[in-house]
Every structure is written in C-alpha cells, then in structure tokens.
C-alpha cells in the first residue's frame, strides 16, 4: 500500500497520475500547505524538507516495514522501477534521466519561480523578468524537442511525460497574459492535448477532490509557505 501525502499542486498531480496509469492502490493522505501542515513533526519525519509530494511504501521490494520516498521525481523514479512500468526501454534510460532531471532542475524551479514573482510576491520588476524568461526558455527547449515526437523520451508514456505534464497544465499560471499560453509552442501544446486526453488524467484531477484545502492567500498562508521569509520565532 501506498500513503500518498497530496497537495493539490503540480508536483503532486505528476505522482497522481502515476498511481491513477498504473492502476496502483494507495491512501490519499491531504496535508494542507496553506495551513502549514507540512511543517508538522509527524509529516516533517516523512519528508525532511517539508514539502509534498511524499509517500510512504508499506510493501517496498527492498526490506521489511515501511520506507519513505520525497521530492516528486524520486517518487516517479521509484514507482517506475518498483513496478517496471513507464520506464521506456533499456536504450532510453539516458534520454529518461536527462529529460527527468530536466523537469526537475529547470522546468519545475524556474515555473514555479515565476508563478511566486508574477503572483504572489511585490512588484520586482528584476526577479518577474529573470524568472518568466527563464520559464519561457525552458519551454522552448521542451518545444523543439518534441519536434516530430510523440512523447518525450522514446516511442511511448513515459515519467518524463508525468513529470512534466503537471508543470505544462499550469501554463497559465506560469505564463499569464494570454487565453493559450501554449500557441507559441505548438510542439508542447500537441503532445499536452494528447497526454490530456488519457483517462488516467481524469481520475488524477479529481485525486483530493472530497477534501477541503485552504484557499485563502492571508498572512498565514505566508508564513507557512515562505517561512525563510520571516525571523525564527524566538
């Protein structure tokens, strides 16, 4: 069994989708960011870095007992071997690590900068441009990339397509301004739609739809999701 700690955001929907493909049976178990429930010790015993996604495997092929596995690609990467499932072939395993460690050095960072500096933060004009460009970058490498490819590593879906579907779906959060942030890439806007498409990206939406998250973006919030922001208490 797998303990799958959820937030609805981009990083936890790749690991969603992954559970919902791979037909795997897991408890959702909602830590509400807004709140500051991944600061919490139980949760923080789970991932030191107290951010979600997280799982805990119950039956893990390594030993006995539980293990923990954090960060949202270490999850794919983990789930894919455990289960020897959207991996590509042998030959694609160097294509696989550069393009999944593409997402999460580059693409996942460098989005969810610019979703802060063109959101969330006051108006720095330096850390908007810096941080939208850099976005905007990023997905022009994917683009050119998918140039005449189905998917982006090899002949079929694989987690480099799951770790980066759940960035490209908040185009527009990334890259406000326009109704279809994805025109000018039309490579990512046709291998999105076609990804989109998978029933298995249905059921991953509605994942923590019975749970009521905190929306409300006030001083709590803040401090829970930006605490370097803020002096330590005492």
Do not use: C
Request: glycine letters at 10%; zero cysteines.
């Amino acid at each position: 069994m797998i303990r799958f700690y959820f937030h609805p955001t981009p990083n936890p929907a790749k690991i969603a989708l992954f559970l919902e493909e791979a037909g795997l049976d897991y408890e959702l178990v909602p830590v509400d960011t807004s709140k500051g429930e991944q600061h919490q010790p139980g949760f923080r015993a789970i991932n030191p870095n107290g951010k979600v996604p997280a799982i805990v495997d119950t039956e893990w092929p390594g030993g006995e007992g539980e293990t923990r596995i954090f960060d949202s690609n270490a999850i794919l990467l983990y789930l894919a071997e455990k289960t020897g499932r959207f991996l590509g072939s042998d030959k694609d395993r160097p294509e696989l690590l550069s393009w999944l460690f593409f997402v999460a050095s580059g693409l996942g960072p460098f989005s969810g900068q610019a979703v802060h500096f063109q959101r969330m933060a006051p108006d720095v004009g330096y850390a908007v441009n810096r941080y939208r460009r850099e976005a905007e970058r990023h997905y022009q490498v994917l683009d050119e990339h998918l140039i005449g490819r189905a998917f982006i590593v090899g002949d079929g879906f694989t987690i480099a397509d799951m770790a980066a579907w759940g960035w490209i779906d908040r185009a527009t959060f990334v890259l406000p301004g326009s109704d279809e942030p994805l025109a000018t890439y039309p490579n990512i806007k046709r291998w999105f739609d076609m990804i989109d498409g998978r029933p298995a990206v249905t059921r991953a939406r509605q994942v923590g739809a019975g749970h009521v998250f905190k929306k409300d973006y006030d001083e709590e919030t803040r401090r829970a999701l930006f605490p370097s922001n803020y002096p330590p208490a005492g």
